[in-house]
């Protein structure tokens, strides 16, 4: 549900098939690990005042937030550099970007 002090979105179901363990959990410090680097290096997010938000992540799924294009290309470069030290691939084919 979407929140907002004057608007309210109609509820909705979310459906997960991600298998839970203690391997999830070690995958999940490591994407933690990951995008704290890629704020620490400069990634501001977006504004919703008077929250700022960087990066939304379930699972192995990360949606990166930025204002502008420019402010992002950076943190790629730094998630994809970071990555490989993890021992982890990033999966371009599954990238998307949205505008």
Request: glycine share 6%.
């Amino acid at each position: 549900m979407f929140v907002h002090p004057n608007l309210k979105s109609a509820s909705f179901t979310i459906e997960t098939g991600v298998c839970q363990g203690s391997h999830q959990t070690l995958f999940a410090t490591g994407v933690d690990w990951l995008l704290e680097r890629t704020v620490d290096a400069g990634m501001n997010g977006v504004s919703f005042s008077p929250h700022s938000f960087t990066d939304l992540d379930f699972a192995d799924d990360v949606a990166l937030l930025a204002e502008l294009l420019e402010l992002l290309v950076p943190a790629l470069e730094t998630i994809a550099s970071e990555t490989a030290s993890l021992g982890l691939e990033l999966n371009w084919q599954n990238f998307d970007l949205s505008m």
